[in-house]
T-cell receptor, first 115, second 117 residues
């Protein structure tokens, strides 16, 4: 079965600093990979996704992620954090081997941005 | 824009009550999902449906059932609510045709906070 590991349940950065949120997956077949963001008291919003092709994927709000097959990773980055980036971030995978329609999510990383 | 609407944002129910959580999507999506979100556990899949009257168990179906009588509506049912079902419930939907060429982005509702006392 697919699984997703997000290292660090809480990450704190200063405004203007680099944001790095880590995601590793386990799969025998390269999966489709997603990052979602959840603002307080809201549902999840898609930030970006990787399916095939270019391994560096750009998303909304200045975020990007790089798919590294050799490291089974899909870390999320943003060069300069903004106060509005404070939220919870979820990495998710789809199971291309079984074709399961649902996504499997990681446990989430809460990003705090300090002024 | 895709719109997934969960009818109740906040509910408080008593142990043993039957609870219905309703979800409607307006984009003619084939797939609909119910997830449960708990701190430190992320989102866990309860049930999903890929067509009217079709359903499949997710990873934690115990204590739950679902109903999909119309394509746009997917209901989650707690037959006899228990305190360990206090959680945030998220409904989502996706377009089946997207699977083959662009991955499977799924679109979420705002969530329903359920407290069972």
């Amino acid at each position: 079965a697919q699984s997703v590991t997000q290292l660090g349940s809480h990450v704190s950065v200063s405004e203007g600093a680099l944001v790095l949120l880590r995601c590793n997956y386990s799969s025998s077949v390269p999966p489709y990979l997603f990052w979602y963001v959840q603002y307080p008291n809201q549902g999840l919003q898609l930030l970006l996704k990787y399916t095939t092709g270019a391994t560096l994927v750009k998303g909304i709000n200045g975020f990007e992620a790089e798919f590294k097959k050799s490291e089974t990773s899909f870390h999320l980055t943003k060069p300069s954090a903004h106060m509005s980036d404070a939220a919870e971030y979820f990495c998710a995978v789809s199971d291309q081997r079984t074709g399961r329609r649902a996504l499997t999510f990681g446990s989430g990383t809460r990003l705090q941005v300090q002024p | 824009d895709v719109k997934v609407t969960q009818s109740s944002r906040y509910l408080v129910k008593r142990t043993g009550e039957k609870v219905f959580l309703e979800c409607v999507q307006d984009m003619d999506h084939e797939n609909m999902f119910w997830y449960r979100q708990d701190p430190g556990l992320g989102l866990r899949l309860i049930y999903f449906s890929y067509d009217v009257k079709m359903k499949e168990k997710g990873d934690i179906p115990e204590g739950y059932s679902v109903s999909r009588e119309k394509k746009e509506r997917f209901s989650l049912i707690l037959e006899s609510a228990s305190t360990n079902q206090t959680s945030m419930y998220l409904c989502a939907s996706s377009f089946e045709g997207a699977r083959s060429h662009s991955g499977l982005p799924i679109y979420f509702g705002e969530g329903s906070w359920l407290t069972v006392v």
